[in-house]
């Protein structure tokens, strides 16, 4: 199983709408979906030191391990694509972050309002886990995909953090 790591920064807009950060993954897994910066962990990172090196590599913005919030542990399943690896992502939060986004050859990132998000464009599973953690909840999911883009089934786990 690989191991993956993503975040959500959310803020309060101009406008006073809360805004989180998502972008179009432009190569790679998940390419030409909407989604937030992340990736794999490389040898002896923690998912949070990941996601801080990720947030860097793709969005140029600086990120604080402690700032991290835990807000989900999702497995997706592909039995239908024996190409592709099981996932076991690690997911964050946070709203604390230093510099503004800025697009890069793996994602163009931007600032959405929370209620304009996307689904449609997103990964399928999505729509049953983050509308959750943008609730404050934290989400524990195992999620079995049908072919490389249907969810087929899920489970919610309890969550150990609360």
């Known amino acids: 199983m690989l191991i993956v790591t993503s975040a959500l920064l959310r803020r309060t807009g101009p406008d006073g709408r809360p805004e989180v950060l998502v972008g179009l993954k432009k190569t790679g897994f998940g390419a030409g ?36 919030k835990p ?21 964050f939060t946070a709203t604390k972050y230093a510099g503004e986004p800025r697009e890069s050859a793996e994602i163009a990132a931007d ?31 195992d999620v079995t995909y049908a072919g490389r883009s249907k969810v087929a089934s899920y489970i919610r786990e309890p969550s150990p953090a609360g």
Request: hydrophobic residues 45%; proline residues 8%; glycine residues 8%.
């Open 33 to 68: 979906l909407v989604n937030c910066p992340g990736g794999k962990l490389e040898p002896g990172e923690s998912p949070q030191e990941a996601v801080v090196r990720e947030f860097a590599e793709e969005t140029g913005m600086t990120l604080a391990v402690g700032d991290l």
């Open 71 to 91: 807000a989900a542990e999702l497995v997706f399943r592909f039995p239908d694509v024996p190409e592709w690896d099981d996932l076991r992502l690690h997911y």
């Open 111 to 141: 600032w959405m309002a929370e209620a304009d998000l996307p689904y449609g464009r997103m990964w399928d599973d999505s729509r049953l886990w983050l509308p959750l953690v943008l609730a404050g909840e934290h989400v524990v999911m």
